[in-house]
């Protein structure tokens, strides 16, 4: 099989952390899949290094080939890679050095002392935050239009290009807002990743299913949106493609393969077998080893 470049994010995509059920067989059958010498795996998360490792671990994930965390605002490879052999990660310089120049100079803690005055928004807790990422819990009765116009007029009064991602907090019942460099997002980070791997493009897909997915959701990379995420981010998914006359390249889970409901895991499969219809067979392949395993 050609090579494949699979990238998801994790929250409500892999990990089965929503309001909907898994089915039993989605994750070891990823697993599977994904120890194929031919499938690259990419996490690409909101989290930090730190919660990626953590949340691998807690939910059994297979291990990435690389790491894309804080939303898009960080790279990280094998330590292995290099050829020093022990298995830590360390983050690509390269990466902070493209999307630096959009903040003007500043950081995280520059954007603290710009918003501090506005009640509106409340920092996230310290392992959300990052150098190039400020996260923000807000109520979700704010008028995010007036909000939103606030905070992007005091980061252009100080020099600043960012981006302002918001989500939703299902358990909370809470928006999230992250604050980024423009040119920094899980998009252009596998765009980056992309070019750096020389890798074929077409054969690259990436999976999400919250707000903060959106930007390559509706990209020209194709897309899988997995049938747990809400009503509401798949209606704008498709808004955005069809914007940009790119309907072929989101796809959105129905469930039903493998006899799988098409949530978390398994919509990702589904997604792979979408767009590349090859990989159906590597996956079946993948069940019956398991099988035998267990024999």
């Given amino acids: 099989m050609a090579p494949v470049l699979l990238c998801c994010d994790l929250d409500r995509t892999l990990i089965p952390n929503g309001r909907q059920e898994e089915s039993p067989d989605a994750r070891p059958r990823l697993a599977r899949f994904c120890a194929h010498p031919a499938v690259e795996l990419v996490f690409v998360s909101g989290r930090d290094l730190q919660l990626v490792l953590d949340g691998i671990d807690e939910w059994s994930l297979p291990q990435p080939d690389y790491i894309i965390g804080d939303v898009g605002t960080t790279i990280y490879a094998p330590r292995s890679q290099t050829g020093s052999g022990n298995g830590d990660w360390i983050h690509w310089p390269a990466w902070t050095d493209e999307i630096a120049p959009y903040w003007n100079g500043l950081t995280h803690d520059d954007i603290s002392d710009i918003f501090d005055d506005i009640t509106a928004i409340r920092s996230q807790e310290p392992s959300k935050q990052g150098a190039f990422k400020a996260s923000y819990y807000v109520n979700r009765d704010v008028n995010q239009g007036v909000l939103d116009a606030e905070l992007h007029g005091r980061l252009w009064q100080n020099g600043m290009d960012a981006r302002l991602v918001w989500s ?28 750096r791997l020389s890798f ?96």
């Fill in 168 to 195: 939703v907090d299902e358990a909370a019942d809470m928006l999230l807002l992250d604050v980024l460099p423009s040119g920094a997002s899980k998009l252009h980070a596998i765009e980056f990743l992309i070019q």
């Fill in 200 to 295: 074929d493009e077409r054969r690259a897909l990436f999976a999400g299913d919250s707000g903060n997915d959106l930007h390559a959701l509706g990209s020209h990379i194709n897309g899988v949106l997995v049938a747990n995420a809400e009503p509401e981010v798949k209606e704008r998914a498709r808004d955005l493609v069809r914007a940009g006359a790119l309907e072929d390249t989101l796809y959105l889970a129905q469930g039903g393969l493998f006899g799988m409901n098409g949530n978390y895991a398994a919509g990702v499969l589904e997604g792979l077998v979408h767009y590349l219809p090859e990989t159906r067979g590597l996956m079946n392949l993948a069940a019956e080893g398991e099988r035998a395993d267990g024999a």
